[in-house]
């Protein structure tokens, strides 16, 4: 029970972490694009830099990253959001890894203490050369059933939770590729003229 409990507060405090993350950095995607769009279409390529640094998030890092290179050519602004990208995804889904291993791992305690109540229970038949204490017998069975709720109990809310978190950093990572791609063709349309 007591590697259970350091996985239930393994779970809550890095699920609480990566929650209060990921929303701290949410933001209006279309609107900062509007912005930039509007700040770039007017030449206040400076205007346009701030307000992708002034606004949170994975999207706005990408998009900083594209408007500082934007007298480069599209490869090398494509390349400099690409590293940012990586960059962004990986704060997004570090310490993830732990919510994952919680949901392996959690169940197999369980059933490890299921495994070892068992033989306490038999441990007892033994000693006892039959079933003629029902307490000490249906201690060992209970210590079985507890550790095996405990370590479900633990391991269905956090994969709801991980399943809720890759949610977030999927759409994230989609709006990075979305604006990033917009921003491409804005500034390639730009040198155009």
Known sequence: MIPLLFCSIFAVAVGLERLWYLLRSRVDTDDLMEDIK?????????????????????????????????????????????????????????????????????????????????????????????????????AGIAEALITTATGLAIAVPTMALNAYLNTIIDKNIADMNKKSTELLNLLEARSEF
């Open 38 to 138: 509007l700040s770039l279409g007017q030449g206040k390529v400076l205007e346009a830099m701030q307000i992708a640094k002034k606004a949170r998030g994975p999207v706005a890092a990408v998009l900083a990253a594209g408007i500082a290179h934007y007298d480069q050519d599209r490869a090398e602004i494509k390349e400099s959001m690409e590293a940012v990208g990586r960059d962004e995804v990986y704060k997004m889904e570090r310490r993830m890894v732990v919510l994952e291993l919680i949901i392996s791992i959690a169940p197999l305690l369980g059933i490890l203490g299921t495994v070892t109540g068992i033989i306490q229970s038999f441990n007892v038949i033994a000693a006892l050369e039959g079933i003629g204490q029902a307490a000490e017998l249906s």
